[in-house]
Structures are given as C-alpha cells and as structure tokens.
C-alpha cells in the first residue's frame, strides 16, 4: 500500500468514526427527551415506563378535583374503563375543568402520578389527537362483533 492510500484509508476511518459517534449522540439524546402518551388503563396495565417521565392523557372525572393548600390540586383522569390520581402543583390552565380532555406530564410515584405540566384542551370540540387515538384503542378490547344471524331489534 502507498503512503498516500495509507493516508486516504486513515482519513476514511477517522471520518465514518466521527460520523458513527456524532450518530449514536444524537440518537442518545433525542431518546432522552421523549415522552410517550398512556392512558389509565395503560399504565394500569404496567405498559408505562417506572422510572422515567411520560404523558398520561384522558378526561378529567366529574367531581375529582381536590385542591389542597396554596396551587396543589389533585384529580382523576380517566379513560372510561380505569382512572388513575393526578397531583400537580402549579397554576392551572384556565380552560382546566371536569370532564375536559387534559394531557399531563410527569411520572409515577407511589402509585400516583405526579405532573409536572398540565395541558387542557382549547375549544369544545377539541380532543387532542394522541388521547383521542388511546381512548379509541382502550375501548376498542370492549368491542363486541356484531353477528349477521342476529336480527336487530
């Protein structure tokens, strides 16, 4: 091998090195910094990470808002099938009621979540499309097909 193909090669080398580091860098901290949505039922089920933050979304239960001294409050946020405790300090949004669509960040902690940020939705009409889609995909296991000798009433 010529010294100048020696000198290429090394060049080479060095150049997918850094790009495989400057790779695995940013894939490291992209993951770092995502958090994924659950529902309830969900992270009932055990599908939520323990240790780490993530979103829980659904709507706020009808008389489950309990405020507590100074901005604690706490509330239950339920998908339809499983209801799971909210505790947030901090000042809520102002559209923030009961039986409102609302996405919390945050992360369990004794049984509990405890939430960092509070989202609720902005208009009647609104669900956010992530809570919308875990809603439908919790119902969906309640599904009964419906059989064509079945007359309908």
């Known amino acids: 091998m010529t010294p100048t193909r020696k000198r290429r090669f090394i060049l080479v080398g060095l150049i997918l090195l850094a790009v495989t580091v400057a790779t695995t860098l940013s894939v490291l901290a992209l993951q770092e910094n995502m958090t994924y949505l659950f529902t309830p039922s969900e992270i009932i089920a ?16 009808e ?15 339920t ?6 405790r909210v ?4 000042i809520l949004p102002d559209l923030f009621r009961e039986k409102q669509s ?11 979540f405890v939430a960092s940020e509070v989202l609720a939705k902005h208009d009647e009409n609104y669900v956010p499309r992530d809570v919308a889609e875990a809603m439908q995909n919790a119902h969906r296991k309640h599904d009964v097909p419906v059989s064509a000798d079945v007359p309908s009433p």
Do not use: C, H
């Open 87 to 90: 505790e947030y300090e901090g």
């Open 63 to 77: 008389n489950s808002i309990e405020r507590g001294e100074s901005l604690t409050v706490a509330f239950v946020v």
């Open 46 to 61: 055990g599908k939520a990470p323990a240790d780490s933050r993530f979103r829980i979304g659904g709507m706020v239960k």
């Open 102 to 112: 609302v996405i919390a960040t945050g992360s369990m902690q004794g049984g509990k």
């Open 79 to 84: 998908d339809g099938d499983d209801d799971m």
